[in-house]
């Protein structure tokens, strides 16, 4: 063969350039530490943990173990495709930034605690008596789970501010989705020293108003509550047991 011990400094081709035989190895450098073998019915293989490298040595290719693809850019990978399937677990070291819909097919477990900067956040479901959301605890002690509102208004609070409501809608005859009851709780004195509150059951009365059913509200005195029931003389309340007065000389008409 004319090329089997061939030494030259620079080899051009003109044309095509065929290695014929099955395994055929590829060396570079003086001492052939960076090898590209001919994988009989694969492709290439490049030797070791050598790397495929673009631009410079920080972005590269590179089969830094026998069970791991390590692939290194300066400063981003951008993967563009219609679709970019992934199959195994994903570790994110970093900030994921998703400006896309994210779909998940199971249910999704966040570790670290999740913060939503969205105005809306919506659980869909069509089946009977979902979705369902449990706020749960799991620590052996008397403590419980907590669901806390927050209004952080950047400047002093007011006699008034709402801290927090919960509202209950639901279709009318009409199909239009109503407001037919609200808890909400409020700042009864914003006093720095004398805080107190009051919260408010409230129900849609006869034409869709929102009243105040029961109301549990911040006294004139330390740990005072007052409490208003119904709204209007005209309103009944029911009791189904004994009602106990501890103090009869405040009892109006009855």
Do not use: C, W
């Amino acid at each position: 063969d004319a090329f089997a011990s061939l030494s030259v400094v620079d080899l051009k081709v003109q044309d095509d350039l065929t290695f014929s035989s099955d395994s055929a190895v590829i060396s570079f450098g003086a001492d052939a530490d960076t090898t590209l073998t001919h994988t009989d019915g694969s492709g290439l293989t490049l030797n070791s943990t050598n790397k495929l490298m673009f631009n410079d040595a920080s972005q590269f290719i590179q089969g830094s173990s026998a069970t791991v693809l390590s692939i290194a850019a300066t400063d981003e990978i951008d993967l563009t495709a219609t679709a970019i399937d992934l199959n195994g677990t994903l570790d994110v070291s970093g900030t994921a930034l998703v400006t896309g819909v994210l779909t998940t097919t199971a249910a999704t477990v966040f570790n670290g605690g999740f913060t939503s900067n969205g105005d809306t956040n919506t659980f869909t479901s069509v089946n009977s008596e979902d979705p369902l959301v449990i706020i749960k605890n799991a620590t052996n002690d008397a403590n419980s789970a907590r669901l806390r509102f927050v209004k952080d208004k950047g400047a002093a609070g007011v006699d008034g501010d709402d801290s927090g409501e919960i509202e209950f809608y639901a279709d009318n005859d009409a199909q239009q989705q109503t407001l037919f009851a609200r808890i909400k709780g409020e700042v009864k004195d914003a006093s720095d020293g004398a805080e107190g509150g009051q919260f408010k059951f409230q129900v849609a009365s006869h034409d869709g108003e929102m009243i105040t059913a029961l109301l549990l509200s911040d006294g004139n005195a330390e740990d005072e509550v007052d409490v208003t029931i119904g709204s209007g003389t005209s309103s009944v309340t029911a009791t189904s047991g004994r009602l106990n007065i501890a103090t009869v000389s405040d009892i109006g008409a009855i």
